[in-house]
């Protein structure tokens, strides 16, 4: 039978006006039936940070499930304070999977961490909108510029499809008199 492993993980970390830093992660376990019963998310403490940023979860069960069960699969989350990481890694009985956070996913600002200096959970600005320029991009100014000449052509052509004066009838109804 197949181990115990995760098949999906969605962590998400979100910054508070107060200064705190929450790490909300869902994960999708599958293996045994007795396994993902018992199954739970156990993160491991660091004493320091890591130079990686990353926090280690490991998925742990019950020792005496059943490893011969049939398939099943069951969704686990964990919420904690998550003040100087950038990520994790989950370890399970079927592998170890990685994810890193891009700056960008974190909801509001992310403060300095006390006692962790150098560290990148430190130097995290918000990203402002006002702060962001980009070049203006020469195809996508080119294909707006046909699209709006196109709609101006088919306004034009308007005016064509109608009769000249309300009175008149359409050239249809005139041809089968």
């Known amino acids: 039978m197949r181990k115990l492993s995760i098949e999906t993980a969605t962590p998400r970390i979100a910054s508070f006006a107060t200064g705190k830093r929450l790490l909300n992660l869902t994960v999708l376990c599958f293996g045994p039936a007795g396994a993902c019963e018992t199954a739970r998310l156990v993160p491991r403490r660091h004493e320091t940070a890591p130079e990686d940023g990353l926090w280690d979860f490991d ?76 070049r203006p991009d020469s195809l996508r100014l080119f294909l707006d510029a046909v699209a709006g000449a196109l709609v101006a052509l088919g306004l034009s052509m308007l005016p064509l499809a109608m009769p000249a004066v309300a009175g008149e009838r359409p050239a249809a109804s005139v041809a089968s008199r």
């Open 59 to 134: 998925l742990v069960c019950a020792p005496g499930a059943d490893p011969a069960g049939a398939p099943s699969w069951r969704n686990l989350a964990f919420t904690g304070e998550a003040g100087w990481c950038e990520g994790v890694r989950l370890h399970s009985p079927g592998g170890v999977l990685e994810y890193r956070l891009p700056r960008r996913e974190w909801i509001g600002p992310a403060p300095a961490t006390p006692g962790l200096t150098g560290s990148s959970a430190s130097r995290v600005q918000p990203l402002r909108p006002e702060a962001v320029r980009r």
